[in-house]
């Protein structure tokens, strides 16, 4: 069997979980199901990373030892998870007993071995990375991370021989393609290799200036530099150098890190592992930054997105979907809730959700519910069948190339391609025309690729895709599921079955209004309005009218007996209403995110029948069907009992 061992990095506790850890260890997540969907055996760690100078600092900050900030800190990390729907194996800690064994043991190992050395150092202290810069590396003599002016620190410490590695590691990406990706982050690494100037790296820190630390194995005078102590939690939780863990899951093991931590990664552990002896991992996977209106999210702009507050806004799949899809792997993406509206709206609401309400109100308007039997194919069904093979495989090819955004892009095609199959198989017209054999092959056509869609979005929306699959009448199994199968078999639901009456998993919503703040900008239960404001909602406001002028609109209750789409707007139906007239009356209405033709077809609803006709995108409206909106999405004015057409409302 086939293993896949995946990380995040762990997270350093000098702050609270945001945007960014949210993004790395979601993607973690969704690999670790799509791998297992796969028919991977999987393991799955994260954690955090407790040690070292600003760790200190901000515990004396909050009036804090260290442990007790950590252990305060890290348990943000470990309940937010749950939260998220995160599936991990395990969660470790840097501070842990098991890890600190780890650190000394292979510390100790390279020591023995001769790459470490005692010597003395003079050089540019960054104290918000740990670590001292050399003059190239500085920008207007400044850390280029932190925009501050380093501290030249003059010291004795303990030297790893990095630069004795550098031959090797430049060959070893060279010869392994993937080793970290994407490519962009691989030449960067390879351009610093080339150019010969690669140090030996100071792995220790004395205790006159910090204590918070592993202690070295063979001087107690001195702890581990953080990046030499954290890069190791791999190894930990794998129970290395014995345990079945390691020897199982090692040789496949895939590190997803940001880009600002590529150097430690892409450098220093590789060279780490070939000091110890151990094999270099699989490959490093690197991702861009979240921005906030083309800024990085930093505690001191006040930019910081919470990830719970977006979940408990939109909903916990949606928001998972948004990051995933948003993102080019590797690039930097730029969050606002705009965008993740318009997403979810666009996405979720109009096409997949569209998807299920239309096509589960159909079986049950004609099929009372259950799963039709098929009959023969036409050639519109084998299309839209190979639609689907091309779709699920650019998605699983994709995924596993951490091509996330392209692998959703992949699948909506067969979304859309669904949509646009009701639209030409037009089953509402099949049914008027008793055409059942051919209606059972277009209903269970859809049924079945909408079950094919809900296995493979599972690993990025875990809780939809199994309500997807219950509303299709299937109990989700992971360990019965197997994607690369799904591009051959076919006919899976079995005829018969019942499915939901209805689905409503993602309905529309809207960009909350921001609270009205106080000068201080605390938020204010209501914001006092200026005169121009009070004005405006006054103009604003409904006028009061008379009797008569009631009086002048002509309501009636009308049978609708024939719509279609707009040839030009996704978003407006032609609706052909009976209002007591010689002919019907059309309607432009513009609720087709809310209503499929079929929905529509024999319902009663008040029209607006007086209203000045005009055209809407070159179709001519002759009136208004009214409905309410309500946090469902919108509702349709009709009567408590069916009247005849051409009824006044009075």
Not at 156 to 168: L, P, R, T
Not at 522 to 536: F, I, M, T, V
Request: include cysteine.
């Amino acid at each position: 069997m086939k293993r896949f061992y995946i990380t995040t990095p762990i997270y350093y506790v000098n702050a609270k979980p945001h945007l960014g850890h949210a993004y790395t260890t979601t993607v973690a997540d969704s690999l670790s199901r799509f791998h297992r969907l796969m028919g991977e055996e999987t393991y799955f760690l994260t954690g955090t990373d407790e040690h070292g100078d600003k760790i200190v600092q901000a515990a004396e900050a909050n009036g804090q030892s260290p442990q007790e900030y950590v252990d305060t800190i890290s348990g943000l990390f470990r309940d937010m998870w749950p939260n998220m729907n995160i599936s991990n194996n395990d969660f470790i800690r840097t501070t842990e007993p098991r890890h600190v064994e780890v650190v000394q043991e292979i510390l100790q190992k390279v020591y023995d071995s001769g790459d470490i050395y005692f010597g003395e150092y003079g050089g540019h202290y960054c104290f918000g990375c740990e670590r001292f810069y050399t003059e190239k590396e500085l920008v207007d003599g400044k850390c280029p991370d932190h925009q501050t002016v380093p501290e030249y620190i003059a010291e004795k410490n303990y030297f790893f021989k990095m630069s004795k590695y550098q031959d090797w590691l430049k060959e070893h990406i060279l010869s392994n393609p993937d080793f970290i990706r994407p490519e962009r982050y691989k030449n960067e690494v390879l351009s610093l290799l080339e150019s010969g100037e690669l140090e030996d790296l100071c792995i220790s820190r004395p205790k006159s200036r910090l204590t918070w630390g592993i202690e070295l194995p063979f001087d107690n005078d001195y702890v581990t530099y953080v990046w030499f102590d954290a890069l190791i939690n791999y190894l930990t939780a794998l129970e290395y150098p014995q345990g079945d863990k390691f020897e199982k899951f090692w040789p496949n093991a895939n590190h997803l890190v940001a880009k600002d931590i590529l150097k430690p990664h892409a450098i220093f552990w590789p060279t780490m592992l070939k000091a110890a002896g151990i094999d270099p991992y699989q490959s490093l996977n690197v991702h861009g930054y979240w921005l906030v209106k083309d800024t990085k999210m930093s505690k001191s702009i006040g930019n910081v997105i919470e990830p719970l507050a977006m979940k408990d806004t939109y909903g916990l799949d949606p928001f998972r979907y948004f990051l995933l899809r948003e993102m080019s792997f590797g690039q930097d993406a730029s969050f606002s809730e705009d965008a993740l509206v318009g997403r979810l709206n666009a996405d979720l609401a109009n096409d997949l959700g569209n998807l299920f309400s239309r096509t589960l109100s159909m079986t049950h308007k004609y099929f009372g519910g259950e799963i039709p039997r098929p009959d023969v194919e036409d050639i519109v069904d084998a299309e839209i069948k190979k639609l689907g093979q091309d779709a699920m495989k650019s998605f699983q090819d994709n995924f596993n190339d951490m091509k996330f955004s392209r692998a959703l892009e992949g699948l909506w095609t067969l979304v859309r391609g669904l949509n646009k199959y009701i639209d030409a198989t037009a089953p509402w017209t099949l049914f008027k025309e008793k055409n059942t054999e051919r209606l059972s092959t277009v209903i269970y056509v859809l049924l079945e690729n909408m079950r094919k869609i809900a296995v493979h979005v599972w690993p990025v929306m875990p809780d939809s895709a199994e309500k997807m699959l219950e509303q299709l009448g299937i109990a989700f199994d992971a360990e019965k599921v197997n994607l690369p199968k799904e591009l051959e078999v076919w006919g899976l639901l079995e005829s018969g079955e019942t499915v939901s009456k209805t689905s409503n998993l993602f309905p529309r919503v809207d960009v909350p209004e921001p609270k009205p703040q106080d000068k201080n900008g605390n938020g204010k239960s209501k914001a006092k309005k200026s005169k121009k404001q009070e004005k405006k909602a006054e103009a604003d406001a409904p006028a009061t009218i008379e009797f008569e002028d009631f009086q002048k609109l002509d309501l009636r209750v009308g049978t609708v007996k024939e719509v279609e789409k707009h040839p030009d707007a996704d978003r407006l139906l032609l609706v052909r209403v009976d209002t007591g007239d010689d002919e019907l009356r059309q309607v432009v209405a513009g609720i087709a995110d809310f209503f499929s033709p079929d929905d529509l077809l024999g319902k009663q609803v008040v029209v607006v029948c007086n209203l000045k006709p005009r055209k809407l995108r070159k179709q001519l409206s002759q009136g208004m069907i009214l409905a309410v909106k309500s946090g469902d999405g919108l509702q349709l004015l009709t009567t408590t009992a069916e009247v005849v057409s051409g009824s006044k409302v009075s």
